[in-house]
């Protein structure tokens, strides 16, 4: 079975294109079914069903050094709180499966998987750890399922400072 993979995020601000940019990079696969994101978090629950395997990217605020991946389990526990999904709208990640949750339409699996950020200016490039982080994750998710347990990767070296 296909897993869905989300990419969420704003590619005119920044960090936040990383959802967005980590889909594009993607290797094409009949496995994977890319979709990019740029809307509120109740948007979410239209892309999947019930029995569909759903990996979400996006960018996050945390107190990790940018470019930090962050992977949660997001069916085994509430999301934590030292983790803030990034929205530039109204609701973001963690109310769109909040919501999904109180409605009874979550997927069958839903790994959510964060990217530490830390530029959100408008006009302005990702970040060069963030740049490595994205293409980290591309990679794995071309290649392997995502743990569904949370992790903590720390920034890729090399990633700038």
């Excluded at 999301?79 to 109310?95: F, I, K, N, S, Y």
């Excluded at 919501?99 to 530029?119: C, D, N, T, Y």
């Excluded at 740049?131 to 995502?146: F, G, H, N």
């Amino acid at each position: 079975m296909a897993r869905i993979v989300i990419g969420v995020g704003n590619d005119l601000r920044g960090d936040d294109a990383a959802g967005p940019e980590t889909v594009r990079r993607l290797a094409p696969s009949t496995s994977l079914i890319p979709h990019e994101h740029g809307g509120d978090g109740p948007g979410l629950v239209g892309l999947w069903g019930a029995h569909d395997d759903v990996v979400v990217v996006d960018a996050v605020v945390s107190c990790d050094p940018p470019g930090t991946i962050v992977e949660i389990d997001a069916l085994a526990a509430p999301l934590p709180a030292d983790v803030t999904w990034a929205t530039t709208h109204g609701t973001g990640v963690a109310e769109g499966i909040q919501l999904a949750r109180v409605l009874g339409l979550l997927p069958r699996s839903l790994a959510l998987i964060g990217i530490s950020a830390k530029r959100f200016d408008l006009g302005a490039p990702m970040t060069p750890e963030v740049e490595a982080a994205v293409e980290a994750v591309a990679r794995k998710l071309s290649t392997a399922p995502p743990s569904r347990r949370r992790t903590v990767s720390p920034p890729i070296p090399g990633g700038g400072s």
